[in-house]
């Protein structure tokens, strides 16, 4: 059985910085984990993912220059550090992973995910 745990969310202030980290258990393989986001109401948006390999992130035009996913010292682990936050950043941020090959950026694609942490940005 899959689970993806995330951690580091919270409260932080406009231009602040929080760190985000998934860690798997039972992903025997992926292609890719990453993250997505989520307001109330809204469709759920992808924000960052990493091959397995390490290699070519891809990031929302929203979050670059902003945020970094790199893999943690275990394979299965990701981290995402968010700087300059900005009150739109706001939302429930999940942790994914995609077992198939292809690089995709939707949500359906992934079929494993997290339970979700909270992010707020606010003075």
């Known amino acids: 059985q899959v689970q993806l745990v995330e951690s580091g969310g919270g409260l932080v202030q406009p231009g602040g910085s929080l760190r985000l980290s998934c860690a798997a258990s039972?992903?025997?393989?992926?292609?890719?984990m990453g993250w997505f986001r989520q307001v109330a109401g809204k469709e759920r948006e992808g924000v960052s993912w990493?091959?397995?390999?390490?290699?070519?992130?891809w990031y929302a035009d929203s979050v670059k220059g902003r945020f970094t996913i790199s893999r943690g010292i275990a394979r299965d682990t990701i981290v995402l550090q968010m700087d300059n936050l900005r009150p739109e950043d706001t939302a429930v941020y999940y942790c994914?992973?995609?077992?198939?090959?292809?690089?995709?950026?939707?949500?359906?694609?992934?079929?494993?995910w997290g339970q979700g942490t909270q992010v707020t940005v606010s003075s």
């Open positions: 039972g992903l025997s393989d992926y292609y890719a």
């Open positions: 990493i091959r397995s390999s390490g290699r070519n992130p």
């Open positions: 994914a992973a995609k077992s198939s090959y292809g690089p995709s950026s939707q949500a359906d694609d992934f079929e494993f």
